[in-house]
């Protein structure tokens, strides 16, 4: 349960990464979202989205270069200063 939460908060701290990695303008994203480019840039600054904010934005950006950098983000964020063997490793990414 613990890497869901943690996968999430991943996600909106990377978001504006993401948004940037994707090639998508700004202005077509908060079109997506039916919201005022000032407004989408204040939340992307500022991080307030809404789950359902998230979801849009995710299924609108996805693509090969933001799924990477999500999986790389990821894993940092999980394993930042931790040691572990394969065993450990497997149990953290869900594997076993």
Same mark, same amino acid.
């Given at each position: 349960m613990i890497n869901i939460i943690t996968n999430y908060k991943t996600l909106l701290?990377?978001?504006? *990464?993401?948004?940037?990695?994707?090639?998508y303008k700004s202005e077509y994203?908060? $079109?997506?979202? =039916?919201? &005022?480019?000032?407004? @989408?840039?204040?939340?992307? *600054? &500022?991080g307030?989205?809404?789950? =359902?904010?998230?979801?849009t934005i995710i299924n609108t950006i996805s693509n $090969? =270069?933001?799924?990477v950098l999500l999986d790389k983000?990821?894993?940092k964020y999980c394993f930042e200063g931790d040691?572990? =063997?394969?065993?450990? @490793?497997?149990?953290k990414m869900g594997w076993k």
């Open positions: 701290h990377a978001l504006p *990464q993401l948004i940037e990695v994707s090639g994203i908060a $079109k997506k979202l =039916d919201m &005022r480019p000032g407004n @989408f840039s204040v939340k992307k *600054q &500022r307030n989205w809404t789950v =359902d904010e998230v979801e $090969k =270069d933001v799924e983000l990821i894993i040691s572990m =063997d394969a065993a450990v @490793f497997e149990k």
